[in-house]
């Protein structure tokens, strides 16, 4: 009698699945694909609780279709460039390539030791020269056909990164990496514009009824559309004139100030020679400091300055004081808001603060003009007040009538407006892919030849302490001659952000070591898109809107036949755990604290520590798991298992030891259950055919059984509810169990009984093969099956004569004459007997051509059928 040793039966799966090949993936035009795919990770080193979970529930897909029948591509790579491993090399004195590939070494050990069904053969870096390469090489089409442009702009700057952000990267004024505030700085750098595909991306977020509504909203946000109208406001005294956009044409009798962004050119020119131009120029420099972020806080109080300038309304005539302030903002329309106080609650408080006039020009039925805008801004419908020749017009209709009336008279035209800005995707940094431009004196900016590329990071740099490019002063890498006149020049030092390289990996992994083109495009065409994709919803903007992009421009390009990558998604929850907390000390690990009868104190002072926060699990907190331990302790099966177990995948999951105990239990059971009827079994097969033909005793089991499939399928199918499908696991065992305490045991088991536990137990181990793949495939192959062949066994299917332990039998008569008999469930309708009795081949042979007339049905009784 053997244990259960997942540290033997594992391993030796894994390189028997490693030797076969078993989940290499060839594109097969005669089978149907599945392409499932993680987001791949970070090489920070090692592997967390939250990729274990990611990639578990990754894995049980991709085996899970496999089973199905289909081709499945289910491939792993590592999104290596980036910043950490620059940090980490200066702090360590090595070389952020060398601090990658170490990593790389040590988490995909770690991955395998997880038993992923991956196809390694695919793997790939993006820091690798053939990776980029193409990156590369797309830049350069891109640049050709006017998708990418250079200009000089103010960007997201962050001190201590010294780098430049992408908008996506700015989270409440902060830096996504480090958290430190950040700041504006007037810099020269590279752009996508992805605002060309704004619409289409916007539009397209209707077509993807497989993403979560979540994720498809906050993309909805980003992209920011907004309709409404361009109007021209001309400056007093000046030939200058000032464009707003307004999303509210209809309000304009009420607008009474005209604020500019800070960074508006017309504010330093306005405030000239004005007296204002000192307490101007201060509050532009203090601005300057200040992230935009930061400025388009809600709650951020509002403040400006006047300019000592005018302008005029141009449906009013009247002269309205030009300020600047810090909620305006110079990326956004035209950075020029006019501003009416009484319809709009920013415009309001400004107002208030500043004594500036507040007229209502839109009334709602229940309220008089004074008390529309007595306490706050009216946003909502009504008539128009104080509006000259629209007065008494419903604003809506307002809305039209002002904006043809602006187009007729040329002060201003309908516009639309995005908050989605084009991609700036240069950094300042050492370890990404080099833009392949070369500047020229003579020429300009020359792309680098195709036959030169990759551009390739040169390995001998001195990373500089305090961040900042180390390439610009790399003199073999910078001199260059130029590829066009041959003259003297200089190379482009700013490197790639590295979400373009994420941006394309999922098109790569179909042909990884294609080295005459990005990708092989026939294998795009078979694999792509990715049929499910599975990562965190912190990626929600980024990641998954720039690959949506991508996708767009390789289309038109004619390089791949569809825009959307992602045919559905997943975002799983965090794994979370129970926190402990002293009040002196903070946040304890398990070992710092100590137990006192009930209550928990802190080992350092003695004092009670308040347990039970559970929170996402982070270092910080210090309730975070090391997967390597918990494999070292039960083995991957059982960490897997937990993961499954413990909540559905787009839902958090809490850590419980205990859960983790229950999983490792569970297996023993299924071993010693398996384990005490093996002898039996390998002298069986197992039982296939109708309950009808089983004895009274044995038919439940059987029936448990098939309801098993049943539920197990339609979980997975319906939602990926592993959850569910392994409880219903668990019981089909249960009821093994119960089976065996009644009156069935190995040694006295009749051929039948051990045909149908058999059964049973063989349906256990497929239905769980996909969570727990090296024990269900060490017991497998104890039953006598072919080792290694459950990871491509078909699905079980199950039968619909043997879903419900209630049956009838049905007795068939034509015309009078008992003609046949079948079994079926009770809760079958008439419908469903009349069916099934036509279906009868002896009642059949008896109707003969004759049309039938009239069926009966009696429930639960009899069918009689008339010709
Ligand atoms: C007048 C007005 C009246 C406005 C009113 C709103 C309500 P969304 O909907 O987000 O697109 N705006 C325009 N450009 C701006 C900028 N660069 N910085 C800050 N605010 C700006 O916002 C559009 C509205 O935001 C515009 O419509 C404008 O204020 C302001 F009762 O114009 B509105
Ligand atoms: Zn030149």
Redesign the pocket.
Known sequence: DQRYDPQTIEPKWQQVWEKTRAFCADADASREKYYLLEMFPYPSGRIHIGHVRNYTIGDVVARYKRMCGYNVLHPMGWDAFGMPAENAAIANKTHPAQWTWENIAAMRKQLKRLGLSYDWERELATCDPKYYKWEQWLFIRMYEKGMVYRKESLVNWCETCSTVLANEQVENGECWRCGRPVKQKKLWGWFFKITDYADDLLEHCEKLPGWPEKVLTMQKNWI?K?T?AQIRFPVSGTHEVIH?????????Y??TYM?L?PEHPLVRTLSRDTGQQETVDAFVDRMAAESRTDR?LETKEKEGVFLGAWCTNPVTGTQIPVYTAN??????????????P???Q??YEFAKKYGIDIIVV?KPEDLSVEETAATQ?Y?GDGVMVNSGPFDGMHNRKAYEDLIAYFEKNGLGKRSI?Y?IRDWGISRQRYWGAPVPMIHCDTCGIVPVKDTDLPVVLPENVDLLEGGGSPLSSHEAFVNVACPQCGAAARRETDTMDTFVESSWYFERYCSPHCDTAMFDKKEVAYWMPVDQYIGGVEHAVMHLLYSRYFTRVLKDMGLVDFKEPFTRLLTQGMVCKETQHCPEHGFLYPEEAGARGESVFCKKCGQPVEVGRVEKMSKSKKNIIDPNELVARYGADTVRLFCLFAAPPERDLEWSEQGVEGGFRFLNRIWRLASAWMVRFRQTRAFTNAPDHLDENLRPLYIKTHQTIKKVTDDIEARFHFNTAISAVMELVNAMYQAETRDISPETADDQTAAVMRGAMETALMLLAPVVPHFTEELWAAMGYEPGSLANQSWPAWRTDALSADTRLIVVQVNGKLRGKFEIDADADDEALKTRALEDENVARFIEDRPVKKVITVKHKLVNIVV
């Open positions: 920011g907004s409404g707003v956009f307004t999303t509210r044409p209809d309000t304009i009420g607008a604020v962004a388009m909620f305006a903002l110079m990326e956004y329309g035209t950075g020029a808001v006019m501003s009416v009484a319809h709009d920013r415009d839109i801004a946003t407006s908050r």
